[in-house]
């Protein structure tokens, strides 16, 4: 654990403010869960609180399923990290913070499908640089209670491979699954 150096103080009502540097660095927004924790020693850790990753080997064996039946990369991501990957380097993107344009897609709950092999995809990933470009992909947000809680995402690094309306099906129905079952 690293020492930031802030001390806050309870209120009256049991409150500690989290400065604004830190939620910032952790992506923290108005209203986002946190978990807490407690270990042996007195600490109390918070953890951003993301309701898909409770779901991650459910969303594992989903994104294994989408790949094998659509010979595609499969991703499953959360608000703020790809949770799930299929089909492709799990290094370059399981656990990897999630790109500001997909973050944005999700901001507006958007879907997003690169129609030509021309278009630019959207970078996945935080650390995607354009030597990682997709060829072709789609993206649907997961939605739990109106919420935006991730997305299902295909992608593919062949130049010759179109998203057509059977994958931007397939897609839109794992998402509508994954968001069903964050509801029950």
Known sequence: MKATGVVRRIDDLGRVVIPKEIRKTLRIKEGDPLEIFTDKEGEIILKKYSPI???????????????????????????????????????EYLEQGI?????????????????????????????????????????????????????????SKDENTKMTEVEQKVVQSAASFLGTQMEL
Do not use: R, W
């Not at 989408?66 to 991501?77: E, P």
């Not at 129609?115 to 993206?139: C, F, H, L, Y």
């Open 99 to 155: 790109s500001p344009e997909l973050e944005q897609i999700m901001d507006e709950k958007e879907n997003y499908t690169s129609k030509e092999n021309n278009d630019i995809a959207i970078p996945i990933t935080k650390n995607e640089n354009n030597s990682k470009k997709n060829n072709a992909q789609v993206v649907y947000p997961i939605i739990a209670d109106g919420d935006v809680i991730g997305t299902v995402i295909l992608l």
């Open 53 to 91: 990753g409770e779901l991650s080997e459910f969303a594992t064996e989903y994104a294994e399923t989408l790949a094998k039946t659509t010979g595609h990369i499969a991703c499953i991501t959360d608000k703020d990290t790809v949770i799930a990957v299929s089909g492709g380097s799990k290094k």
